[in-house]
């Protein structure tokens, strides 16, 4: 618990963030944001947390750098059933 505390705390703010990679990452607020590097994984919780500060959950669901969350069906197109 300490741990993933700790690890939430290091998350960069949209402001001071740099990304290490090249090409760089798109940031936390950009459209394409869920393409950012992967920095730490919890497979057993079902989320990762990418380079630009972005928490994407493994149902498509995002909580953003200052604490906005983004439902997964605004993230995923709606399937069409015939
Ligand atoms: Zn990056």
């Keep these: 618990m300490t741990a993933s505390v700790r690890t939430l705390q290091r998350v960069p703010q949209t402001r001071n963030w740099t990304c290490p990679h090249q090409p760089r990452c798109p940031g936390a607020l950009a459209p394409d944001r869920t393409a950012a590097w992967p920095v730490?994984?919890?497979a057993e919780q079902g989320w990762s947390l990418l380079c630009n500060?972005?928490?994407l959950f493994d149902d498509g669901g995002q909580l953003l750098p200052g604490g906005?969350?983004?439902s997964?069906?605004?993230t995923c197109p709606a399937e069409s059933r015939s």
Excluded: F, K, L, Q
């Design 40 to 42: 730490a994984r919890r």
């Design 68 to 70: 906005r969350a983004i």
């Design 72 to 74: 997964p069906a605004a």
């Design 53 to 55: 500060g972005v928490v």
